[in-house]
């Protein structure tokens, strides 16, 4: 059984190595950066991960996970995803308020508990953010999205995910009208700063670049 540190590093490498870089690797400071830790700390937990053969590593090289890290942090992903979904859709925690919670209960370690929540809420294949459920056996919808600073001006979308789940920026996105499927129109974008304006219920919006690269749409 793994420390709530050690799961939370693997479920980290799986998130940059899988869903944000699609490299299969990561480097050590790019992880100590994610984990908010110095790159002395995150080198002591992979030699720990190493031993424990969920990882490949050598100092200084490329981290990447192995076989048996990927499944463990596929079941810590499943577990986190579908508490985020149970506490936004039965108990009314708000869409910037479930990823604090759901850190703690994804590390219960009850099987049972976890396929029966599955079951509860009819399997779902997301969570509120937009971000794909793993099934029971560790299969995970493959995506085909691209932020909205990808998308042309005169174009119209509709937003599916967020990159970024912290409470600032998923409480911006609120105050902007935006939900998941949202349609959303770009009518210009500044060359200079990348600055874009969009419409959102006929409402019309000036965002910044980097907010429009934390919007996924398809």
Known sequence: MLSFTEENYIKALFHITYETEHNNEAGTNQLASYMCVKPATATDMLRKLKEKGLI???????????????????????????????LFQKLDFSWDEVHEVAEQLEHIHSAKLIDKLDNFLGYPEFDPHGDAIPDSKGIIKPLSRKSLAEVEPGYTCKMVAVRDNTPAFLQYVSQLNLKLNTPIKVLSRQGYDGTIEILIDNQLNTVSQKFAENIMIV
């Open 56 to 86: 490949d590593y050598e100092k200084y090289g490329k981290i990447t996970l192995s076989e048996e890290g990927r499944v463990n942090a596929l079941e810590i992903l499943r577990k986190h995803r579908l508490w985020e979904t149970f």
